[in-house]
């Protein structure tokens, strides 16, 4: 977990002990959990701007995913070394057209990026553990009606 609300940029006591902390890590799949986005499409937010500090960190220590927030809409995107970066504001703070725009087909980077605004719903994560020796994630993001409106797999034999 990542507190954006502090200083966090890479020279921070927060960051070191974040990239300690993820060095040392053994687990099969690590994920990196912020509420301000590291990379974001051109909404009602912009990205929290440390991307270029904790991007590098990430693809150094095979980081699977990294999950996001602020922006009330749904994100994802390959940014680099096969990391899924993904927006999931779909709760129901906001509804509908009162959800946050996607105002933009590319996030900050011009790395393209599919967003959905308008439907709120749950992204579900499956994560294959019978195999230690391989990694693969299946995800779907539903909508509260149980409509499958994204679907994709990350890891062995790549991102679809």
């Not at 960190?57 to 749904?74: G, P, R, T, W």
Request: include cysteine.
């Amino acid at each position: 977990n990542i507190d954006a609300n502090i200083q966090f940029d890479c020279t921070s006591p927060q960051f070191k002990t974040i990239k300690s902390n993820i060095e040392k890590s053994q687990a099969q799949y690590k994920i990196a959990l912020v509420h301000q986005p590291f990379v974001t499409v051109k909404s009602k937010h912009p990205d929290n701007g440390q991307f270029d500090c904790y991007n590098p960190m990430f693809e150094a220590n095979n980081i699977s995913a990294v999950l996001q927030a602020h922006n009330h809409n749904y994100q994802k995107e390959i940014v680099s070394d096969n990391i899924l970066y993904g927006v999931f504001g779909t709760g129901t703070h906001d509804v509908g057209s009162k959800m946050y725009p996607c105002d933009s087909k590319t996030d900050q980077k011009g790395v393209p990026a599919l967003c959905i605004t308008g439907e709120n719903g749950i992204t579900l994560l499956d994560f294959q553990i019978d195999n230690p020796n391989s990694k693969h994630i299946d995800g779907w993001f539903m909508n509260n009606a149980e409509k499958v409106i994204d679907r994709f797999s990350l890891g062995n034999p790549g991102i679809h």
